[in-house]
């Protein structure tokens, strides 16, 4: 119903500083296109990009991919979907976007704004495997059902690292918190040998949040705060 999962689209007022600290977290850039208007980087660890934009909007926003948007759009309409916002015709790029329950923003593409990464899924940045984007969910069985809408198929129920219910598509993964967990969006990091990775970055000088969910050992979690604001949360693979 989405398309492919293109990026997870961040309002960055300092595109540079955003830039060197992924490159220092072991990601790297994209060749970008010219379609928009308004400066423009991408990162990639080759699973997962990340879309820097000089540009205000409700950000981060979870932007797909999907050909023929015009038609796309108006079938999504019939389906019940609301709009926030759409961009379509034939003479403009086209773009829309809606929001799941809890407000998230859902963002969906005519076309590719960045060349596919020449970087291949298996080389990992020193975060680990991306896993999954986590996000909140003020009411679980409303959110659950409004993704399996769109396509996701429920692939697991844990209470680690936080009680959250896991959703899967062929382009994404999601996890849907069933508390607060983090309180926001976060990216999802994994590797059974994250406890290594968390002291080697702490020994490149790499600075932890302590906004850390309380109950979770920071010997074996730890959270990252982008320049741009993104959670990035590492967490061991022995759940």
Request: hydrophobic fraction near 45%; charged fraction near 20%; charge should be negative.
């Given at each position: 119903?989405?398309?492919?999962?293109?990026?997870?689209?961040?309002?960055?007022?300092?595109?540079?500083?955003?830039?060197?600290?992924?490159?220092?977290?072991?990601?790297?850039?994209?060749?970008?296109?010219?379609?928009?208007?308004?400066?423009?980087?991408?990162?990639?660890?080759?699973?997962?990009?990340?879309?820097?934009?000089?540009?205000?909007?409700?950000?981060?926003?979870?932007?797909?991919?999907?050909?023929?948007?015009?038609?796309?759009?108006?079938?999504?309409?019939?389906?019940?979907?609301?709009?926030?916002?759409?961009?379509?015709?034939?003479?403009?790029?086209?773009?829309?976007?809606?929001?799941?329950?809890?407000?998230?923003?859902?963002?969906?593409?005519?076309?590719?704004?960045?060349?596919?990464?020449?970087?291949?899924?298996?080389?990992?940045?020193?975060?680990?495997?991306?896993?999954?984007?986590?996000?909140?969910?003020?009411?679980?069985?409303?959110?659950?059902?409004?993704?399996?809408?769109?396509?996701?198929?429920?692939?697991?129920?844990?209470?680690?690292?936080?009680?959250?219910?896991?959703?899967?598509?062929?382009?994404?993964?999601?996890?849907?918190?069933?508390?607060r967990g983090l309180g926001r969006i976060a990216l999802?990091?994994?590797?059974?040998?994250?406890?290594?990775?968390?002291?080697?970055?702490?020994?490149?000088?790499?600075?932890?949040?302590?906004?850390?969910?309380?109950?979770?050992?920071?010997?074996?979690?730890?959270?990252?705060?982008?320049?741009?604001?993104?959670?990035?949360?590492?967490?061991?693979?022995?759940?």
């Open positions: 119903m989405l398309g492919r999962f293109l990026e997870i689209s961040l309002h960055t007022p300092d595109i540079l500083a955003s830039l060197a600290y992924y490159e220092r977290l072991g990601f790297t850039q994209a060749a970008v296109g010219e379609i928009w208007q308004h400066p423009y980087a991408v990162v990639t660890d080759g699973r997962l990009c990340i879309g820097l934009h000089r540009y205000e909007f409700q950000s981060p926003a979870l932007t797909f991919v999907q050909p023929d948007l015009e038609r796309h759009v108006a079938k999504l309409e019939e389906a019940g979907h609301e709009f926030a916002f759409k961009r379509v015709g034939a003479d403009v790029f086209n773009e829309a976007g809606f929001l799941d329950p809890a407000g998230q923003m859902i963002t969906l593409l005519e076309a590719r704004t960045f060349s596919p990464p020449e970087r291949r899924s298996h080389e990992m940045s020193r975060l680990g495997w991306f896993e999954e984007i986590a996000l909140p969910a003020l009411n679980l069985d409303t959110s659950v059902a409004f993704w399996e809408s769109l396509g996701f198929v429920p692939a697991e129920e844990s209470e680690q690292p936080f009680p959250h219910i896991g959703l899967t598509s062929d382009s994404l993964n999601v996890a849907l918190m069933r508390s999802v990091f994994r590797d059974a040998n994250m406890p290594d990775r968390i002291r080697q970055l702490a020994d490149a000088g790499i600075e932890f949040s302590q906004e850390l969910p309380a109950g979770l050992d920071p010997a074996r979690y730890a959270l990252l705060i982008a320049p741009d604001g993104l959670p990035l949360l590492l967490t061991t693979g022995d759940d």
